[in-house]
């Protein structure tokens, strides 16, 4: 393994010798009183300005609040990019309240892989918007995460009243070398525009080229739909896949499209025509009504019509189509409901993603919007909803944050942010009961979602704040309490203002900033 790259004397340098360290510029010295790392061996370590006593001061680049705990700071203090192709982020958390301690390894733990005990900031993340991914810390042989470890640094599970903590990631940077980018944290809304630095940042750290690492990424897909419910759409950023519904496409037990298919089949043609495809995969699929020996060849045949469809509408040549029926064995969503069954029926055509189109965005608008208010009630209790900013990003995206209120005299919880129809495509619950509508073009968007491939298939987690596990007291208010939350949609290029739904509050029409 490579000699260590020593940084300079005032930096807390790691036990385990001969371990590779990134270059770091000169830190402050830190505090006599700061404590040492542990002495068992080591992936990573800790900046010099990690520890309570140490009180990291540099000023913050981005910050958020924890939707949780509302007393838990999170600032960005360091985003280096190193040898073009890593990042080095560096958070603050900060204990704002006056009188209780906080915990912060299971807030800051990434909820997509197994850690075992609680104890790494391995929810730490960027989001690569170009290639469509969520960027996680990467994974060395010996541990969960190249990132701060609570025992081994000596960080102590509880932040002091008054003080904090500075933790770390080591993952890859965003591709195209963008001079800013979106951190994400499980622990609060995402932190916009945050600039990358390409200098040696200030710490010691682990390289990453040093020892066998794996790079922790998640795809992140956009789906949205049609409000007739006759297809729905998930954007990956490279393919398009379309469920064309086959309760719109075909009778019952039947393989010959309805007249109602025509224009269906008419707009998906459309699509496949401006991408770059020169293979369309079409898959029909069912419920698991029946058995196999019906659903199989009745979801081949209809997968074959869908085909010849399409091939008889595409305008040129040069398409070679691919079709398979798989019954009942690929479900995108939970067969226990009607609604789960509605969706899994369905005839899934996939094809590289179509060329964005030549025309300019529209204007977005400024903020200051007011208005975008709603209320409702939970356990008798009166519960006020304000959208605080629907903004959009790099790559098609958007970000929905939006803040919730106990306006009551007692404690209450608020539940109906995870009360969406398809809570049962996620792994775990989170505020998914939220839908933003292109009303001209008569489509829905649905939040974006983080899949991890298993070994059973693919889990899908909401790209919105989790309410489920070490943070499912989100939806506990006490009286006055406000709590900020946040979902990432696909954005339509040209619209200005869409409509947002809220669980059970009033539909609004909410300006993109």
């Known amino acids: 393994m490579p000699n260590r790259i020593l940084a300079l004397s005032t930096v807390v340098t790691f036990a385990a010798a001969g371990c590779g360290v990134l270059p770091t510029k000169e830190a402050a010295p830190p505090s006599a009183t700061t404590a040492s790392t542990s002495s068992a061996p080591a992936t990573s370590a800790p900046p010099a300005t990690a520890t309570a006593a140490g009180q990291d001061a540099r000023p913050a680049l981005a910050e958020t609040r924890s939707t949780m705990t509302e007393n838990l700071k999170v600032e960005v203090v360091g985003l280096n990019r190193v040898k073009g192709k890593h990042l080095i982020a560096q958070i603050r958390l900060s204990n704002t309240g006056t009188d209780k301690h906080l915990s912060w390894p299971g807030e800051m733990g990434d909820r997509t892989r197994p850690l075992g005990e609680i104890r790494w900031a391995s929810g730490i993340g960027v989001l690569d918007a170009q290639a469509r991914t969520w960027l996680l810390p990467y994974q060395p042989a010996g541990s969960p995460c190249l990132c701060s470890d609570r025992e081994r640094d000596g960080l102590g599970r509880f932040i002091d009243p008054g003080q904090s903590i500075t933790v770390y990631a080591v ?263 939220v839908r933003v509508t292109d009303v001209a073009a008569r489509r829905q968007y649905l939040p974006a979602r983080l899949e991890v491939p298993t070994d059973n298939g693919v889990d899908s987690y909401c790209a919105c704040t989790d309410v489920s596990g070490v943070r499912i007291s989100t939806e506990k208010f006490a009286p006055g309490q406000t709590r900020e939350f946040w979902n990432l949609f696909a954005l339509p290029d040209t619209a200005d203002t869409l409509k947002v739904k809220i669980g059970p509050f009033r539909d609004l029409h909410v300006p993109i900033q």
Do not use: C
Request: proline share 10%; hydrophobic share 35%; charged share 25%.
């Open 171 to 433: 993952l890859p940077a965003p591709s195209g070398n963008p001079a800013t980018t979106t951190v994400v944290t499980p622990v609060g809304p995402p932190m916009l525009n945050v600039p990358i630095r390409d200098e040696a940042p200030t710490g010691d750290f682990p390289d990453p080229d040093a020892e066998p690492v794996t790079p922790v990424t998640r795809r992140l897909i956009l789906p949205s739909e049609s409000l007739d419910k006759s297809e729905e759409t998930a954007d990956d950023g490279k393919e398009l896949q379309v469920n064309l519904s086959s309760d719109v496409l075909f009778a019952v037990d039947k393989a010959t499209l309805t007249p109602k298919a025509k224009s269906i089949m008419a707009r998906t043609a459309k699509l496949i025509d401006a991408s770059p495809a020169t293979v369309v995969r079409v898959a029909g699929h069912a419920d698991s009504s029946g058995n196999d020996a019906i659903n199989d060849p009745l979801s081949l045949r209809r997968a074959q019509a869908v085909q010849r469809a399409l091939s008889a509408l595409l305008s040129r040549d040069g398409v070679r189509f691919q079709a398979k029926g798989y019954g009942s064995r690929r479900p995108l969503y939970d067969n226990d409901s009607d609604e789960g069954k509605r969706r899994n029926r369905r005839v899934t055509v996939t094809f590289p993603k179509p060329q964005p189109a030549t025309q300019e965005p529209a204007a977005t608008t400024s903020p200051g919007a007011t208005g975008l208010t709603g209320t409702t009630k939970a356990d008798g209790q009166p519960i006020a909803m304000e959208v605080s900013g629907l903004r959009r990003l790099p790559g098609g995206l958007g970000l929905l944050t939006y803040k919730i209120t106990n306006e009551g005299p007692a404690e209450t919880w608020f539940r109906d942010l995870h009360h969406a129809q398809d809570w049962e495509a996620y792994k775990y619950q989170a505020a998914s009961n």
